[in-house]
């Protein structure tokens, strides 16, 4: 019979809490509530709790999660905000929706994430923020992040849509900076039935602003104060990421076992490499990568046997049409560009039976 592996299964992942989420909703019909209710107070509450934070302000997305903490910070025209040149566009997304400029800085070879050295070369009277990336769920450097934001007066929003659940130095994703911003898109660690976002904080006052900007600007109805958005985390959303919410750390440790099989299997391969993490950080392995310079004959080999990859990310934001002369042209980030044109994003899901994972292993070691 022949393998075949999809690089996620939500259908795997749903049934799994089937049940759980078929009640959440069916609450949710029945209450006739479906925005600013009470699944949304509890959700918010919850996830506050699991991340160590005093707030969770759920919105529409992640990336109105990272926007509305960017405006709820103050950041806005005639700002600059350093970004990681290797994430996807919504990090930079963001900051433009602000009125603010990115500016993007290279990243580590072997974590991928921003390289503080670099951030801290970008700082100019202009930097008002940072946005550090915990990319594929492992952690950004946050004491050298944070250092250099406070010497220089930056609000840090960690953009954690892949780390749900992620630690450093013991500390929770989301607990790290002024604010972080999740994204509960259905593939995610912790995944929604639709799109959805999160804003957690300790700040009382960037948690109240983040909400009255969520909702048009309005705290009663129909006396908007600001200028506001349309980013509400809906009542069935909320209620079925609270179903979700007590697994999230069983299925982050299947994720790791799973990665740990995949690096045994390719410890000492010649023909790629693997991402190295830091002693200090427990990542959640959103994404499993590897980097082969013959990435795309390897997706084909694999293709050809069943079994679905992705790349993250085959195009950067600064090599987009939508930043076409701002980033800076082609070379303006050599690791970063060298990492895009050479990863290869593996299955890695809690759903995953170890013999796939290990049947994935040995397809990519034997790929022409």
Known sequence: MALTVPFVD?????TEVGAELEAAVSRVVASGRYL???????????FA?????????????????????LRAAGVGPGDEVIVPAYTFIATWLAVS????????????????????????AAVTPRTAAVVPVHLRGEPAE????????????LAVIEDAAQAHGARYDGRRAGSLGL???FSFYPSKNLGALGDGGAVTTDDDELAARVRL??????????????AGANSRLGEIQAAALSAKLPHLDRWNAARRALAGRYLDTFAGAPELTTPEGQSRSEPVWHLFVINRDDRDVCATALRERGIETGIHYPVLPHLSRAYAG???PAGSFPVAERLAATTLSLPIYPQLEPDRCDAVAAAVRNAA
Do not use: K, Q, W
């Not at 699991?50 to 999660?65: F, K, R």
């Not at 946050?142 to 010497?151: C, P």
């Open 97 to 120: 929706r602000v009125g603010a400029r990115p500016v993007p800085v290279d990243v580590r070879e072997r974590t991928y994430n921003i390289d503080p050295d670099c951030l801290a």
């Open 179 to 181: 604010a972080g911003a």
């Open 142 to 153: 946050m004491e050298e992040v944070d250092a250099i934001a406070r010497r220089s007066g």
């Open 49 to 69: 709790g699991y991340c160590g934070t005093a707030h969770c302000v759920g919105v529409g997305s992640g990336l109105s999660a990272i926007e509305l903490s």
């Open 10 to 14: 939500l259908t795997a992942v749903h």
């Open 36 to 46: 600013l209710g009470p699944e949304l107070e509890r959700f918010e509450h919850e």
């Open 326 to 328: 701002e980033g800076g």
């Open 213 to 226: 900007l969520r909702n048009y600007g309005m705290r009663v109805r129909y006396e908007v104060e600001t």
